[in-house]
């Protein structure tokens, strides 16, 4: 086990994890490498060349915008994003960016941030994965002072062309310690049982032995929380992610408008809770309503580039959080203190499941299509769900092998390259195909034929055999056959 839940949980801004907070981290990295190397005053200019499915959608996902940010020393987690429309205008107006924001360069964007459609890989004779991108810093002279190539390999992170390398050939090698390392379910669920844990209590421990580990940012737990003890700390770091997704919820419900980008897409959460609130008394189905609303809600504000949390990536960063909200708004517990705990288990069991995508498979939409994404979303939940309800081991296996046996061979095919069509109605599916999967689950007395680590094999390979144009191109499919306007 190599990834922590706060990896696969982490707060950024829309409205891509792959194409707007990977590149804007990678950015952020290739300018505080200038800086240790005490190269960044010697920087006369800098070209980023971006290709593969970077190249292709990258103006509708806004890696434009997320290279220029990382570059001036912004970071997804914590880049204001009143404050984004203000610092691009600066640089697009004086053809002047500071590195760091320190270090003036000369930076047009058509001369500078270079988009290679006809290209998918950095070097075409290496296929790699498919959203590349090399930085370059020359000095006044023209000679390279520094070049790096990075990969933004989904959900938001990114690995050097070396690390790239290194970890496909060692991608069965352990480097974290913790006391409860799993490569499979199996073996997972092995461990589990064998120690008399139920999975968030091993995934629990796992967080705490990483605790030491400062390459992992965690969230701050906010004014209040108890952080007696290391389980105390990772459960408010925990809590702090969901009150994030809470706020991201609740202005995706409230704000509405136009979302940008040119497909004239209008904010459809606002109006559909409105009615809820009016109607839904009346509705045997409104839990399942709502299910859709949160979900809709938190991507449409993704779409709009606001803050969410990466779950375990942008485009399907509803999914989560509209199970959570299912959990804490219409499932009956005693005490709020129960409740909570639930929670903890929720989002630590969906962590657990989506770390055995994200180390056996993929997240990335340009690499497997939507069913790393959007899939994955709706296992996790779906073996959440079933943790927070106080599910076994195995029925919450079951659940996450059935969602995303549901998902298999989805596409990701967003018209014009925006975040927005098919991506918000497909979290609402998503996340109430989770609940569908718990309670189908829950009420299986006598096993299942097809486990969990054989649907994310199956999962992986179908990814790999799809068609590059189905995979987060926008090449195919909608956004093909599906006039803009």
């Excluded at 690390?163 to 310690?177: C, D, H, N």
């Excluded at 408008?257 to 209008?266: D, H, Q, S, T, Y």
């Excluded at 073996?383 to 079951?398: D, F």
Aim: some cysteine; glycine content about 10%; aromatic content about 6%.
């Amino acid at each position: 086990m190599n990834t922590s839940l706060f990896e696969l949980f982490k707060i950024g801004i829309g409205p891509s994890s792959s194409h707007t907070v990977g590149p804007m981290r990678a950015a952020l990295r290739f300018a505080q490498t200038l800086d240790a190397a005490d190269q960044l005053a010697d920087a006369a200019h800098v070209i980023v060349d971006l290709y593969g499915s970077l190249a292709l959608t990258g103006h509708g996902h806004g890696t434009d915008r997320a290279i220029l940010l990382g570059l001036i020393g912004e970071a997804p987690d914590t880049v204001d994003p009143a404050l984004i429309d203000a610092e691009l205008a600066a640089i697009r107006t004086t053809g002047t960016l500071y590195l760091l924001d320190r270090e003036p360069i000369p930076f047009t964007e058509g001369e500078h941030l270079l988009f290679h459609r006809n290209q998918m890989y950095p070097d075409p004779a290496v296929h790699t994965h498919p959203n590349g991108m090399r930085f370059t810093a020359f000095d006044s002279a023209g000679n390279i002072l520094a070049r790096e190539t990075f990969y933004s390999v989904g959900g938001g992170f990114i690995l050097s062309a070396s690390e790239f390398a290194a970890q496909q050939e060692s991608k069965t090698t352990t480097t974290r310690t913790v006391p409860y390392p799993f490569r499979s379910a199996e073996e997972l669920l092995a461990i589990a049982a064998a120690h008399n844990l139920s999975i968030a209590e091993l995934l629990l421990a796992n967080e705490v032995a990483l605790l030491s580990d400062t390459t992992i940012n965690r969230p701050t737990p906010g004014s209040g929380a108890s952080t007696s003890t290391p389980e105390d700390q990772i459960k408010a770091s925990i809590l702090t992610l969901w009150r994030t997704m809470q706020q991201c919820t609740e202005r995706g419900i409230t704000t509405e408008g136009i979302l940008p980008g040119g497909l004239n897409v209008r904010r459809r959460a606002p109006r559909l809770a409105r009615r809820l609130e009016t109607e839904g008394s009346k509705d045997p189905l409104a839990p399942m309503d709502w299910v859709t609303v949160y979900a809709m809600a938190v991507n449409e504000e993704n779409a709009a580039g606001g803050r969410v949390v990466t779950a375990p990536t942008n485009g399907a960063a509803g999914v989560i959080p509209a199970i959570a909200h299912y959990y804490m708004r219409f499932i009956d517990e005693a005490t709020p203190e129960e409740k909570e705990a639930g929670l903890i288990r929720y989002f630590l069991t969906a962590a657990a499941i989506g770390i055995l995508y994200k180390e056996n498979a993929s997240i990335s939409g340009a690499e497997v299509g939507c069913q790393g994404e959007v899939g994955v979303a709706c296992s996790m939940a779906a073996g959440g769900l079933v943790a927070a309800l106080n599910g076994t081991n195995a029925q919450i296996e079951h659940a996450a092998e059935i969602a995303m046996e549901h998902n298999l061979g989805m596409t990701c095919d967003p018209i014009g390259g925006l975040v927005q069509i098919p991506c918000i109605e497909r979290n609402g599916m998503g996340a109430v195909k989770a609940i569908n999967a718990a309670r189908m689950s829950m009420h299986e007395t006598l096993g299942h034929k097809v486990s969990l680590d054989q649907v994310i094999a199956t999962m992986y390979q179908t990814g790999l055999d799809m068609q590059s144009r189905y995979k987060e191109t926008s090449l195919a499919g909608l956004a093909l056959n599906i006039i803009e306007c």
